[in-house]
């Protein structure tokens, strides 16, 4: 049985009744109006800006990187990222596409080792 994927603003409402945030309070502490935050929970409206889909899901507990790509949106700093090399990380995330869960996270694993700075003396014999 498959499950019907539920809308950010569906996950929204639900999570914001569970951790106990009136609309009007959880409006105030994001910086929206309660208006249009009740306008994003009916899905009248597009999901807010990457910046205040993290700041509801840092209120809510929950894991930004998900909250933002359920809002169809992307984390802010992986545009610049993706600028740093423009050819090879389109190219990274191409090949990363399609890999498990399981597999994503050695990759991950393997980036962040690579990226561990080397002992002195570790590379001597790449030099010669």
């Known amino acids: 049985m498959t499950r019907r994927s539920r809308t950010f603003g569906q996950v929204l409402r639900d999570r914001r009744v569970e951790k106990g ?6 409006a105030d502490l994001v910086g929206v109006s309660p208006t249009y935050l009740s306008q994003v929970e009916q899905d009248n409206v597009d999901p807010p800006t990457a910046e205040r889909v ?13 909250w933002i790509a359920l809002a169809g949106r992307l984390p802010d ?4 990222i993706i600028q740093q090399q423009p050819t090879l990380m389109p190219e990274l995330l191409r090949e ?3 890999l498990t869960p399981d ?5 991950q ?14 590379d001597e ?3 010669r």
């Open 96 to 98: 990363a596409s399609g």
């Open 103 to 107: 597999q994503l996270r050695q990759l």
């Open 54 to 66: 993290k700041k509801m899901a840092e209120l809510l507990e929950a894991h930004s990187d998900e």
């Open 125 to 127: 014999g790449e030099q």
């Open 109 to 122: 694993e393997q980036a962040r080792r690579l990226k561990e700075p080397r002992p002195s003396g570790s």
């Open 77 to 80: 700093d992986l545009p610049g």
């Open 21 to 26: 945030f009136t609309l009007r309070r959880f």
